[in-house]
């Protein structure tokens, strides 16, 4: 079965600051992974995904991940970080077969500080 | 943004009593999901749909059922609410297998945040 942990609950940053987010999965088939950002009292958006192809992904505001098989890792990272993305972050993983049953982390709160 | 509504938004019920959420979508998306999220827990699947008057559990249904009559419409139903059903509900979408890029990601609604007495 698939499973994503999250070990951060929580990440302070300082504005401008870079930042990563951690994730790792299990799963013993191919995998779809994706993370998703919810901001306060609002339902969650996709931010970027893989699905195949290149290990490195981008989001449009900058963010980044790297499909790491090996260590079965897709960390998301911002080399600057600013107010706006402060919100929870979360990583998702579906698999082999059908990909349409997505586990979920249970989350990282990113606070960034002025 | 996916045409995804949730009602009601919010919701205060008493023990016992049975509650109905519903999820509608204009989208004509094949998959529907509803989520529970739970401090400490992230999101947690408790049924998905895929496709009309077809739906599986998933990883906490006990104690929640749901229906689906129409492709647009996705019910879920806390036959007897307990205080542990207290939490925010999300609804998803999904276009589901395919070729364009976007089959795979899920579009969740705004939620509805139950309270159980």
């Known amino acids: 079965a698939q499973s994503v942990t999250q070990l951060d609950s929580q990440v302070p940053v300082f504005e401008e600051a870079p930042v990563e987010l951690r994730c790792n999965y299990s799963?013993?088939?191919?995998?779809?992974l994706f993370w998703y950002v919810q901001y306060p009292n609002q339902g969650l958006q996709l931010l970027l995904k893989?699905?195949?192809?290149?290990?490195l992904v981008e989001s449009i505001n900058g963010f980044e991940a790297e499909f790491n098989k090996s260590q079965t890792s897709f960390h998301l990272r911002k080399p600057s970080v600013h107010i706006s993305d402060t919100a929870e972050y979360f990583c998702a993983v579906s698999d082999y077969p059908g990909y349409q049953k997505v586990t979920f982390g249970t989350g990282t709160k990113l606070q960034v500080i002025p | 943004d996916a045409g995804i509504t949730q009602s009601p938004r919010h919701k205060v019920t008493e023990t016992g009593t049975p509650v109905t959420l519903r999820c509608h979508q204009t989208?004509?998306?094949?998959?529907m999901y509803w989520y529970r999220q739970d401090p400490g827990h992230g999101l947690r699947l408790i049924h998905y749909s895929y496709g009309v008057k077809d739906t599986d559990k998933g990883e906490v249904s006990d104690g929640y059922s749901v229906s689906r009559s129409k492709t647009e419409d996705f019910l879920l139903t806390l036959e007897s609410a307990t205080s542990s059903q207290t939490s925010v509900y999300f609804c998803a979408i999904s276009p589901g297998q395919g070729t364009t890029s976007g089959s795979y990601e899920q579009y969740f609604g705004p939620g509805t945040r139950l309270t159980v007495t």
């Open positions: 799963s013993s088939v191919s995998v779809y």
């Open positions: 893989y699905l195949s192809g290149s290990t």
């Open positions: 989208e004509n998306h094949r998959y």
